[in-house]
């Protein structure tokens, strides 16, 4: 296992974002979330081949996501470029019309797989961890094998890899210009873009952008999110910019510690570009949740970087997209802080914001 495969995982496992059982999926979108921590200390993206899937619930997933993200989409990642779960480079696959997530709907329909099924459309992320055409399988899948979650892989030499399961209809980048928040639709249509799936119908519960990045949250009707999180090409001048979408169920309770989590990713720019601004910028799209399901009671949450910079976002039927911009300096989630609020200004929950 190489190096950073193994302290993606690390940090993954480390990862305080949830306190039970992690799936595969949430090892993925943890696993994407420490590595932009990494990226946005050392100001650099690491080179050589990392765990190459989104997330994060997901780009999400995408997930993801997202575990993880995206939308047009490279042929292939550049050398040293961190690839992406939820983008697939892949593109033979031709998606049966009748596999979920193909038509308009606004429910949303689990694709399960067979086996076979999900070996060969892990075919293009086995392609970048093992190399083109190289025989792989799946380790320990699960009983149930579901488009949009992560699975591991290794090939005959043992290396390890993971694989966010694309859809039938592979993701593809969005280069640009994404949606305005007030355009709904332009925001549905560029996420399903991205996953992979069509989320046409559904609704967007909110949606937040800035500095060139858009964060969304859209719902079906039958009790699914999808948390869209996509940056420009401008913020990866020499790589793949983080697209994500990461669907799941958003009435599951949670409770404890993990109520109320509020979680960011995070990239920087050195220059300025044009619609962008030089500095670090920190950005999500969630669903919160506590003991009841859907955390309705929230109405804002307050986030406040470790460099001082402050802001505060609408929560939405318990949604939230965030976009934080902060200076060129190192740091900015280590050490922040963030307060979830209820409409009367009772504080619900104060903590660390999560990588």
């Not at 990392?50 to 993801?64: F, H, K, Q, S, T």
């Not at 550049?78 to 939820?86: D, N, Q, W």
């Not at 043992?158 to 280069?175: F, S």
Request: proline share 7%; aromatic share 6%.
């Amino acid at each position: 296992m190489s190096t950073l495969l193994r302290d993606a995982l690390r940090g993954a496992a480390d990862d305080g974002e949830r306190t039970f059982a992690r799936t595969p999926e949430d090892v993925l979108l943890a696993a994407r979330r420490h590595q932009l921590r990494r990226r946005v200390r050392v100001w650099r993206a690491p080179s050589g081949a990392i765990l190459a899937v989104a997330a994060a619930a997901a780009g999400v997933l995408v997930a993801p996501g997202l575990l993880s993200g995206d939308a047009a989409r490279r042929s292939e990642p550049l050398p040293g470029s961190v690839s992406r779960p939820a983008i697939s480079t892949h593109t033979s696959l031709r998606p049966p019309v009748s596999a979920p997530g193909t038509t308009p709907s606004p429910n949303y329909v689990p694709d399960i797989l067979t086996k076979a099924e999900a070996v060969e459309r892990c075919r293009g992320q086995a392609d970048v961890d093992f190399g083109v055409g190289q025989s792989f399988s799946l380790v320990d899948p699960p009983r149930e094998l579901v488009a949009g979650r992560g699975v591991q892989t290794t090939d005959a030499k043992g290396h390890q890899g993971l694989c966010k399961i694309p859809y039938a209809t592979p993701g593809r980048l969005v280069r640009g210009p994404f949606a305005s928040v007030d355009d709904r639709s332009g925001i549905a249509s560029q996420c399903s873009q991205v996953a992979g799936y069509d989320l046409t119908e559904w609704s967007v519960r909110t949606a937040f952008a800035a500095n060139g990045v858009l964060t969304a949250v859209l719902s079906s009707s039958n009790g699914w999110d999808a948390a869209c999180e996509l940056t420009p090409q401008a913020w990866e001048p020499h790589g793949v910019p983080l697209q994500e979408v990461r669907i799941y169920e958003s009435g599951l309770p949670w409770t404890g510690t993990s109520a109320y989590v509020v979680a960011l990713g995070g990239g920087h720019r050195r220059t300025a570009t044009p619609g962008t601004k030089a500095g670090s910028i920190f950005f999500g799209a969630a669903t919160l949740r506590d003991e009841g399901g859907l955390a309705t009671r929230a109405a804002r949450v307050k986030v406040t970087l470790s460099t001082g910079e402050k802001a505060s976002f609408p929560v939405v039927d318990g949604r939230y997209a965030i976009v934080v911009s902060g200076p060129p300096s190192a740091g900015g989630l280590q050490g922040g802080t963030y307060v979830v609020t209820a409409s009367d200004g009772t504080v619900l929950r104060r903590g660390s914001l999560q990588g």
